[in-house]
């Protein structure tokens, strides 16, 4: 599956209605549905891929491979990437850290974002390694640095826990980086005391905060709260992304709801991750677009092709029935169906075809299958469109043995 040459156009975005490209419901654009969106501009997505594609079970990917998503993710229009690096006995893992050289090395064109378990402890722990972690990877070129915010056990760590967050602050300045914060398990942590130590995080340069329900702790309803009182406990304005699984099939819903309260999504391509998978870029950009109006930055023509190339790297493949890059998504099997895909006439007449979106929108393009729907009228048309004429004898037979 190719891209098209040129992408759709954006005109109509916003609007429930824009001929060729999408129709979708008026009501998603009454003033009583969109007053209150508090949707981040512009959109600051950030994307997971690689480090939900060396953490998905059975996959080992070269660093040739990595270095091809990376490429996929360039064409993509990804802007940040986020990496892992965690040390595990005293050394970093050899996998992440070697994925996370082999990308720095490569020089893409996004920025690359490292979280790693050194830099920041509880206040309980010393954190011996901090100034050798942001060390090396200044020296390879890292611009950006993520630890992670843990809570302190009692009031002298919290205070020790504030020293070290300074001290780490001044050196990773003084190195010539920046860092953003991650606070993992966020929905379930005491929000009173987290709270306070972002706010120690501000005071100290902090980026930027990037929140993860990493058990899919929060549903959309509760996440739109969640990410509303999170902002509003911020000592000062400072940008959030949010980070979810599938574990109830809601990753989708649940990172649109934190971005219409005023945080960035966290994606993955193919929704690629462990346990039941990551918030899939496909569809949170498609759903942003022709739902809410969005601009995701995101190049949507390429996402058939960047879905189709990730799985073929990666040996995994997508689920027939997977929302947007799916198989079966722009498959069609109807008689009329059929017969609009072999005239040309499938991509401009796809909300009779059972769609909201056309498909060259995301690169991909109607297909069928002759099925237990088939019949004489689809073998007769078929054959004609490669300009074969058939008498109702044969394709009698051709429907006798399509059919057996």
Known sequence: MTSPKAPLSAAGRGQHLAPGRH???PFNFMPDVT????????????????????????????????????GLLEELGIEEESLNVWWRGGEPDPQELAAAFAIAKAKPKFKLNVFTDTLLGDGATPMPLMKQTVDMFAEAGFKLLNPGLLQAPNDDARKRQADEMAAMNEYIK??????????????????????????????????????MDSTSALSPQGMTHYVRTFRSRLRAPTPLTMHTHDDFGMDTA?????????????????????????????????????????????????????????????????????????????????????????????????ANMGGSYSPELIGAEFTWVYSQQGNGKVVAHAAKSIGVTLTDKQIGEAVTILQG
């Open 35 to 70: 007053n209150g969106w508090e949707i981040p501009t512009p959109l600051g997505l950030i994307d997971s891929t690689i480090r939900k594609v060396i953490y998905t079970v059975g996959v080992r990917p070269t660093e040739g491979e990595l270095i091809e998503i990376c």
């Open 174 to 211: 003084a190195a010539g980086m920046e860092w953003n914060a991650t606070v993992a398990q966020c929905a379930r942590r005491n929000f009173d005391e987290f709270m306070a130590l972002c706010n120690t995080a501000i005071d100290n340069g902090v980026r930027r905060f990037d929140l």
């Open 254 to 350: 649940g990172t649109i709801a934190a971005v219409l309260a005023g945080a960035s999504p966290d994606v993955a391509l193919n929704g690629v991750s462990y346990r039941s998978g990551f918030a899939a870029l496909e569809e949170v950009v498609v759903a942003l677009d022709v739902l809410y109006g969005v601009d995701t930055g995101i190049r949507l023509d390429k996402l058939q092709w960047a879905s189709d190339e990730l799985a073929r790297i990666m040996r995994f493949p997508v689920p027939p029935l997977k929302p947007v890059v799916g198989a079966h998504q722009f498959l069609r099997e109807g008689p009329p169906d059929i017969e609009k895909i072999l005239d040309g006439r499938a991509p401009a007449d796809f």
């Open 23 to 25: 129709f979708v419901s």
